[in-house]
């Protein structure tokens, strides 16, 4: 697949291919993983669009559930390859969870044969209703492109979800190929072991393809940004672990100002630098793709094809100011000082990834410690690093994260303890077995959620969240815990379960906060997730616009170009999508630590202990 690109003559006019490696040298398979918001789908799309304009035959995949190609593509993704209009050999399909998860049940159902009865059928029809089921059926799709049968691709580009949920997909070939080694009965939570059985030859090839370094490349995108550059390495070393060794890194977005008397540009550009100047040594070593910041959003074909082209994109005249710039929407403390209202209760911080959750969650969670309240702070998010962010311990706030390795033995410790007494040592080993499974951890991550929630109740829990798609598996978990307990308590009079999902849909008790940034791609997110949690019936509190570079206030040439698309996000915003509307300016020091993060939502009487 290395041979050397030609440009179909009907692109020439309007791309030529950048000289970056992963275009230059692509393997068959080519994954872009990172941190959210560091620009996976934007760099994975280009790339895709790139070898297809090649005269490759393209697959451009999307594992993440709150992707957000559609819109950049301008098409409506499927479950099946659909081919894109103006870029020929570019197709692009989407692992949708709850197709995958449909399609995995009948084909389950569907070897159990004509003998299987009503009982039995509906035994497994529940088995596999779990949030676990769908996590493995979104795989076994995931699978199914590594293996030798999709040669109608050239190449396969990956878009993948955030980083922690990325790491958990690309563990399950060996998770499930070794679980499945002997065992002869299966997981109780993904029906019978013939359901797996029968992909355990897919799992293997999966895990062939992805260590095999002529057919599979990493490429971890990172933005010029201390907490993106640290991601990007930890990545890296947790993929050679599971074999991953062929890996590129790519810098997206690298900042160099056109006007240096501009405060706001010089100091997005600075940071950048020493971020760069401070990369660890086992990312300098991997070979290195730069990707300029480009004044536009990258929606649409003839931006994409732009991104990767060489030389600088032509910067336009800046925007005339509007009337959102002279009336600056209310800032973080005043959010803290709306939720500290409530004296006590959940404040859940969501949105997708890299949109700055975790920065959002530290602050409000210190901002409600200045306003006198008792406060835990914690984190679903495989990948997150509260301590990181804080950089300190406060009185009154808490810190802990759902760690997932730590609920997933907890969970085992606790059934077994409560079911071994009844067990002869044969079925103890058996249930021990089960337990073993990867599809365990789900349940595990589930019951901590719900224990965290109940916290509410006492005092303030401020939970930063995992990136939408996984998250949203987590509220299809709740959901289906609420279905369950009320099916159980039906006709017990009297008797009433309050369940995780009801503490949710309960507005005085839980506050979400959706975070998103100021561009078009980051804004139809945050409303889809909006409008995923309605239909739950759980209404949004707020909404955070985080690095507001119109809030910061800039004349640089490059970055006034891009206030024109911000300015279009807060109309569309403040035109009914949010009810409430804050913002944070993007910030000439980045907020971490406690001091800089309590300067983000200080109250007129704490300023001056801040600034001392």
Same mark, same amino acid.
């Given at each position: 697949m290395d041979r050397p690109l030609h440009v179909n003559e009907a692109a020439q006019d309007c791309f030529e291919p950048a000289r970056v490696g992963f275009i230059d040298h692509p393997t068959r398979h080519l994954f872009f993983t990172g941190k959210g918001g560091v620009g996976k789908t934007s760099l994975s799309t280009a790339a895709a669009l790139a070898l297809a304009d090649a005269g490759r035959k393209v697959l451009l995949v999307s594992t993440d559930a709150a992707s957000n190609l559609d819109e950049m593509l301008g098409i409506e993704l499927r479950n099946t390859p659909v081919p894109v209009p103006g870029a020929p050999g570019l197709s692009v399909l989407n692992i949708d969870p709850d197709n995958a998860a449909e399609s995995y049940r009948q084909r389950v159902l569907a070897q159990m044969g004509a003998s299987a009865g009503e009982e039995a059928l509906s035994t497994v029809r529940e088995q596999l209703s779990g949030a676990c089921t769908t996590e493995i059926a979104s795989f076994d799709e995931f699978s199914s492109l590594l293996a030798d049968g999709t040669q109608a691709w050239d190449h396969i580009v990956f878009d993948t979800a955030p980083t922690g949920h990325t790491l958990r997909l690309l563990s399950l070939p060996k998770a499930w190929t070794g679980f499945l080694e002997g065992n002869d009965r299966g997981a109780s939570c993904l029906g019978p072991h013939s359901g797996l059985k029968m992909q355990e030859v897919r799992f293997k090839a999966a895990l062939d393809a992805l260590s095999d370094p002529a057919k599979t490349t990493v490429v971890l995108v990172s933005r010029p940004e201390r907490g993106a550059i640290a991601e990007a390495a930890r990545t890296s070393v947790e993929l050679r672990a599971l074999g991953l060794n062929n890996q590129r890194l790519a810098i997206n977005g690298l =900042?160099?100002? !056109?006007?240096?008397?501009?405060?706001?540009?010089?100091?997005?550009?600075?940071?950048?630098?020493?971020?760069?100047?401070?990369?660890? *040594? #086992?990312?300098?070593?991997?070979?290195?793709? @730069?990707?300029?910041?480009?004044? =536009?959003?990258?929606?649409? $074909? /003839?931006?994409?094809?732009?991104? $990767?082209?060489?030389?600088?994109?032509?910067?336009?005249?800046?925007?005339?100011? #509007?009337?959102?710039?002279?009336?600056?929407?209310?800032?973080?403390?005043?959010?803290?000082?709306?939720?500290? *209202?409530?004296?006590?209760?959940?404040?859940?911080?969501?949105?997708?990834?890299?949109?700055?959750?975790?920065?959002?969650?530290?602050?409000?969670?210190?901002?409600?410690? /200045?306003?006198? @309240? +008792?406060?835990?702070?914690? +984190?679903?998010?495989? *990948? *997150?690093?509260?301590?990181?962010?804080?950089?300190?311990? $406060?009185?009154?706030?808490?810190?802990?994260?759902?760690?997932?390795?730590?609920?997933? /033995?907890?969970? !085992?410790?606790? !059934?077994?303890?409560?079911?071994?007494?009844?067990?002869?040592?044969?079925? /103890?080993?058996?249930l021990l077995e089960d337990l073993q499974s990867p599809c365990t951890e789900e349940v595990a991550v589930f019951h901590a959620f719900s224990r965290i929630v109940g916290e509410g109740r006492s005092a303030f829990v401020v939970l930063d969240t995992a990136p939408t798609g996984h998250s949203m598996l987590l509220m299809d978990a709740t959901g289906a815990y609420h279905r369950q307990m009320t099916r159980e308590f039906e006709g017990h009079g009297a008797a009433r379960v309050v369940t995780p999902l009801m503490r949710l849909q309960d507005a005085a008790y839980t506050k979400i906060i959706l975070v998103t940034l100021p561009e078009v791609t980051s804004v139809s997110q945050a409303a889809a997730l909006q409008d995923d949690l309605r239909r739950a019936r759980i209404e949004p509190y707020a909404w955070v616009l985080n690095k507001s570079v119109l809030a910061a206030g800039t004349h640089d040439p490059l970055l006034q170009a891009r206030l024109t698309g911000e300015r279009r996000q807060i109309e569309r915003l403040s035109a009914g999508l949010a009810q409430r509307l804050y913002a944070l300016p993007w910030l000439t020091v980045p907020p971490v630590g406690l001091g800089e993060l309590s300067r983000l939502v200080c109250t007129p009487a704490t300023t001056a202990d801040v600034a001392d």
């Open positions: =900042f160099h100002a !056109i006007d240096r008397g501009d405060a706001v540009a010089r100091a997005i550009e600075d940071l950048g630098q020493q971020a760069l100047d401070g990369m660890p *040594a #086992s990312l300098r070593e991997l070979p290195q793709d @730069r990707v300029p910041l480009r004044p =536009f959003d990258t929606v649409g $074909l /003839q931006a994409l094809r732009a991104l $990767l082209a060489p030389g600088a994109a032509a910067v336009a005249p800046p925007a005339t100011a #509007s009337g959102h710039d002279a009336n600056p929407l209310p800032d973080l403390a005043a959010l803290a000082d709306d939720l500290a *209202a409530a004296g006590h209760g959940l404040v859940m911080v969501m949105g997708k990834g890299g949109v700055g959750k975790t920065t959002i969650a530290a602050a409000l969670a210190i901002g409600l410690v /200045q306003r006198g @309240r +008792t406060v835990h702070l914690t +984190t679903t998010d495989p *990948a *997150a690093h509260l301590a990181g962010t804080l950089e300190g311990e $406060l009185p009154g706030l808490r810190v802990s994260r759902i760690d997932p390795k730590v609920e997933t /033995q907890r969970y !085992i410790d606790k !059934i077994m303890a409560a079911k071994s007494p009844a067990l002869d040592p044969q079925e /103890q080993a058996l």
